[in-house]
């Protein structure tokens, strides 16, 4: 493994107060208990199973320990139901600042899929609008920065629409595109207009690929869709020859992943609830960061995940055997990664992530 001696200075406080980039969250998926039960009474919305905050959590998070993304994806008809307001967007968007900020997140890349957003009439642009200025709000007066991916759904046929939205709000704190939702049934090559028109456009993207479907996915991201970044990505393990853990076979794809340096979004405990690992220990990460890939360590969806990027790479840590110096590759990795131009990243690592890491280290 990479860094398998364990320090006993990362416990959570600290990692909380390290700086940390998170490329792989949805804003629907990190929404505060209390706000979405608020939300509803709002709106008239009526379908939560409860309108206590702290039962709302654990049915939250119940309900996605179903190990299968389709049932993990149910309980976002209760956080998208109380999305339909230009204000409920805001404030959905300016307390998930707040949240990875107190997190001590420096830089993330948050999506959401404005198609979900319109049940009460607002146009797809005044729902980005919204979210963007939620998220500026929020991040004012704190070391956070935050990117928005505008996701389309891939069992829908609207993705070449969001992706033109995508691109005309690429100067109001858009930084890329994306799909998502249930990935059997639903290839990437299905929106392979939207791709070639973001590509045209000189824009960024990432495709949600290898998290309950394997390495098919994953080579029609790259190979037809051109993804510069894996949302997921961990079941590239799957063309990999393990009988001797010690030394991994890589097949061609898992070869190509890996020497192209393409980032692999990985959401550990996300995973696990999906069924994508059977559990933390069992996981692909420390196999893939053992070997080097480009990965990346994300919350996914830190309400149904019960989540967040300290806790995230506190177990990691602990399993893995991780220690500073590996919490910064991760983390440099990730700010390499950002769809922000080259030199603010490199402004980011050089005066937000080393300074700090260094001190850790030496510790």
Known sequence: MVGT??????????????????????LDGGLRSATIIELAAQSGYTDLPTTDPGDLDIWMQRGASRLDLVLYLETFAHTVGVMQTREALHRVAYECAEDLAADGVVYAEVRFAPEQHTEQGLSLD????????????GTRGTDLRIGTLVTAMRHAARS???????????????????????????????????????????????????????????????????????????????????????????????????????????????????????SLEDHPIGLLAAMKYRVTIN???RLM?????????????????????????????????????FDERLEIINTQIKPVYRRLIAA
Not at 5 to 26: E, F, M, N, R
Not at 126 to 137: L, M, N, Q, S
């Open 5 to 26: 001696t364990s320090d006993s200075s990362l416990s959570a406080d600290v990692i909380q107060a390290a700086p940390k980039v998170l490329l792989h969250d949805h």
């Open 126 to 137: 005044e729902i980005v609008e919204a979210v963007v200025a939620g998220f500026e709000e």
């Open 160 to 278: 070449r629409e969001i992706a033109e939205l995508a691109v005309r709000h690429r100067d109001n704190g858009v930084v890329g595109f994306d799909i998502a939702g249930a990935e059997a049934g639903n290839p990437p090559t299905r929106h392979l207009d939207a791709f070639h028109y973001i590509q045209r456009e000189n824009f960024h993207f990432t495709i949600h690929a290898g998290e309950a479907y394997g390495p098919p996915s994953i080579w029609e991201a790259i190979q037809y869709c051109g993804a510069e970044r894996l949302g997921h990505g961990v079941r590239i393990v799957d063309d990999m020859d393990l009988s001797d853990p010690e030394h991994p076979v890589l097949g061609p794809l898992a070869a190509y992943v890996r020497d192209r340096r393409i980032p692999l979004e990985v959401c550990p405990q996300s995973n696990i609830h999906t069924g994508a690992a059977k």
């Open 299 to 301: 919350t996914d969806n």
């Open 305 to 341: 995940s019960n989540t967040s990027m300290t806790k995230e790479m506190t177990l990691c840590a602990e399993v893995f055997g991780w220690d500073w110096a590996v919490l910064q590759w991760l983390t440099i990795n990730a700010m390499k990664s950002a769809f922000i131009p």
